[in-house]
């Protein structure tokens, strides 16, 4: 069985350009999840969706951040203008439902804004 | 203070040593991961606990709900095991998972 693919798995642009992160998340998972995680630190969450709907996105910066999830499958992560502080491994996981189910990670995107 | 903190935050280990990586929590949990994170390479769920104790091959999860405390242990620790160990918990007011910043294991041949 595939796990959880992400593309692309590194991606280095100039600032204020936009960048777009793509997750596939396993086969039947409802559940999908991104994270942001900074150099020493642990993953932090960005937003999860439950099926097509965002659930949580208490923590994306919206003012230059945006994820969709049209049909509950592939979801993409997308930052218009990127800045500086946005270097960082962008992690997509899923699980099949929400409550303590355990998630399965994809390899991350490695961004890095110069 | 973090909600979950884990201690050592970098550890240097020998071949064939018995490693113990520590995870403390502040907040109510419903279960607790441990996770592993190799350099450029993905997140690897290990365990999910949120009782007792769990083994795997070489690998033994344990926690303590009364006492907040969950610990990772190696046994034979190997060069192979080298890698960031996270400990995060499904808890909080809002059952999250909420990640500690990661203990980095070296194991010397």
């Known amino acids: 069985e595939a796990g959880v693919v992400q593309s692309p798995r590194y991606k280095i642009i100039e600032k204020k350009q936009p960048v777009a992160f793509w997750c596939n998340p396993i086969s039947g998972h409802n559940t999908l999840y991104w994270y942001r995680q900074n150099l020493g630190q642990g993953p932090e969450l960005l937003i999860r969706y439950e099926n097509e709907e965002a659930v949580d996105d208490s923590q994306l910066p919206k003012d230059r951040f945006s994820a969709e999830r049209l049909k509950g499958v592939d979801s993409t992560l997308k930052i218009q203008p990127a800045e500086l502080g946005d270097s960082a491994v962008y992690l997509c996981a899923s699980s099949l439902g929400l409550a303590t189910q355990t998630q399965y990670f994809g390899p991350g995107t490695r961004l890095l804004v110069l | ?109």
């Open chain 2, 1 to 109: 203070k973090n909600e979950v903190e884990q201690s050592p935050q970098n550890l240097t280990a020998q071949e064939g040593e018995f490693i113990t990586i520590n995870c403390s929590y502040s907040v109510g949990i419903s279960a607790l991961h441990w996770l592993q994170q190799h350099p450029g390479g993905g997140i690897v769920s290990l365990f999910m606990l949120s009782s007792g104790k769990k083994k795997h091959g070489r690998l033994i999860a344990t926690i303590n709900i009364q006492e907040k405390h969950s610990s990772l242990h190696i046994t034979a620790s190997h060069p192979r095991d080298s890698a960031v160990y996270i400990c995060a918990v499904y808890g909080g007011a809002t059952n999250k998972l909420i990640f500690g910043t990661g203990t980095l294991l070296a194991v010397q041949p």
